[in-house]
T-cell receptor, first 113, second 113 residues
Framework: QQQVKQSPQSLIVQKGGISIINCAYE??????FPWYQQFPGKGPALLIA?????SEKKEGRFTISFNKSAKQFSLHIMDSQPGDSATYFC????????????FGTGTSLTVIP | NAGVMQNPRHLVRRRGQEARLRCSPM?????VYWYRQLPEEGLKFMVY????????ESGMPKERFSAEFPKEGPSILRIQQVVRGDSAAYFC???????????FGPGTRLTVT
């Protein structure tokens, strides 16, 4: 059973555009939500993370929006660049009952020059 | 500060052989997690260890798989009598005592022939 559902599976965006990736979860015990970026042949790299006590967190061109009541969160990449082309994974963790991450199935982002 | 190190990066084993994957966490990190990634899929949690202790092995297959994190040396994920279905990328992550972030290594790509 997939605990974190991620969409879309793939995304093509023009350079300078906004990339939006969405995730949804059911388990209300989840209280830590990181996003990872993975290039082919590499390990996932932490991009940005949020706790449910805030609705938005921004770091540079990357923003997480969090909707606790809907149990949804999303990653926005502003001014997308070809170098952003990678696979993006959302994850969720119930930090009070364990530290394991439950990952979404990933979104392959291609930014066209 | 070196990142999480994993070796070997690529491992080829014949069916029935044993595979040993090693992970050295970041300096100062005492928590280690192992994840498996199948092609075109997200990462699946396998096991969470602290020095000399297995904290959560709920994601580990019941047979053939084992993990350890000794007082000295790297964490080791051992797969006995490998089968073709074990072919995957295995990632190790580490986190500090007071942090939620998990930092991933470059992974070991296991191919079972």
């Amino acid at each position: 059973q997939q605990q974190v559902k991620q969409s879309p599976q793939s995304l093509i965006v023009q350079k300078g555009g906004i990339s939006i990736i969405n995730c949804a979860y059911e388990n209300t015990a989840f209280d830590y939500f990181p996003w990872y970026q993975q290039f082919p042949g590499k390990g996932p790299a932490l991009l940005i993370a949020i706790r449910p006590d805030v609705s938005e967190k921004k770091e540079g061109r990357f923003t997480i929006s969090f909707n606790k009541s809907a149990k949804q969160f999303s990653l926005h990449i502003m001014d997308s660049q070809p170098g952003d082309s990678a696979t993006y994974f959302c994850a969720a963790s119930p930090t009070n009952t364990g530290n394991q991450f439950y990952f979404g199935t990933g979104t392959s982002l291609t930014v066209i020059p | 500060n070196a990142g999480v190190m994993q070796n070997p990066r690529h491992l080829v084993r014949r069916r029935g052989q044993e595979a040993r994957l090693r992970c050295s966490p970041m300096k100062g990190h005492s928590h280690v997690y192992w994840y498996r990634q199948l092609p075109e899929e997200g990462l699946k949690f396998m096991v969470y260890l602290q020095k000399e202790n297995i904290i959560d092995e709920s994601g580990m297959p019941k047979e053939r798989f084992s993990a350890e994190f000794p007082k000295e040396g790297p964490s080791i994920l051992r797969i006995q009598q490998v089968v073709r279905g074990d072919s995957a990328a295995y990632f190790c992550a580490s986190s500090p005592d007071q942090g939620l972030e998990q930092y991933f290594g470059p992974g070991t790509r296991l191919t079972v022939t």
